[in-house]
């Protein structure tokens, strides 16, 4: 059963301490995303890769936030320092990058507190 | 205005009642639209895809999409308390990238 795993489930961290999410996307995609999701904004793309080149980080806060793919089987999204209001749980989602093709399958997301 | 509007709800509805979801969107640039399905605590799970104009049917659900009206509809028949769930649309254009632009979801709850 293919699916988008995603480490830690749940991080509890104080302000100003590094905080590293990591992704294992379905073997064979090669697109994968990083969301945010809170009640007030809702799901936001942070980060965009295409056969780990990153095509889109532009809805990510530069100064502290860091998308990377060191390989096709992981990619990371690091928050250095970290802040209260980076509290969301964080979802990495991955897709087949087929033209024509939109469908994005999401992990089970990390949930982050900061405080 | 938003790209995509949809009503956060919440909708309570009776077991066994047909529901409508809907989002509007303001993009006529948009080609390619999705209903995702997010139960509590999880991550949102594709449940309808629709390319263009027209409708879909997959079993209780049926997808409607109205690019006149810049307008799609998630129909749910025979709901069931399995159903409880935040319902997001999404959506995006031809060609480009895959980058989808979701609405804020729809609270759902389908009471026995």
């Known amino acids: 059963d293919a699916r988008v795993t995603q480490t830690p489930r749940h991080k509890v961290t104080e302000m100003g301490q590094e905080v590293t999410m990591r992704c294992q996307p379905i073997?064979?995609?090669?697109?994968v995303f990083w969301y945010r999701q809170t009640m007030m904004q809702g799901l936001e793309l942070l980060a965009y890769?295409?056969?780990?080149?990153?095509?889109?980080d532009s809805g990510m806060p530069k100064d502290r936030f860091s998308a990377e793919m060191p390989d096709a089987t992981l990619a990371t999204l690091k928050i250095q320092p970290s802040e209260p209001r980076d509290s969301a749980v964080y979802f990495c989602?991955?897709?087949?990058?087929?033209?024509?093709?939109?469908?994005?399958?999401f992990g089970p997301g990390t949930r982050l507190t900061v405080l | 205005q938003k790209e995509v509007e949809q009503d956060p709800g919440p909708l309570s509805i009776p077991e066994g009642a047909i529901v409508s979801l809907n989002c509007t969107y303001s993009?006529?640039?948009?080609?390619?639209f999705m209903w995702y399905r997010q139960y509590s605590r999880k991550g949102p799970e594709l449940l309808m895809y629709?390319?263009?104009?027209g409708n879909k049917e997959d079993g209780r659900f049926t997808a409607q999409v109205d690019k006149s009206s810049k307008y799609i509809s998630l129909f749910i028949r025979d709901s069931q308390p399995s159903d409880s769930a935040t319902y997001l649309c999404a959506m995006s254009p031809q060609g480009g990238s895959e980058k989808l632009v979701f609405g804020k979801g729809t609270k759902l709850t389908v009471n026995p």
């Open positions: 989602a991955s897709g087949l990058g087929l033209a024509g093709s939109r469908e994005q399958f």
């Open positions: 890769f295409r056969n780990r080149a990153p095509l889109d």
């Open positions: 073997l064979g995609h090669n697109t």
């Open positions: 993009n006529s640039a948009f080609q390619y």
């Open positions: 629709t390319y263009s104009s």
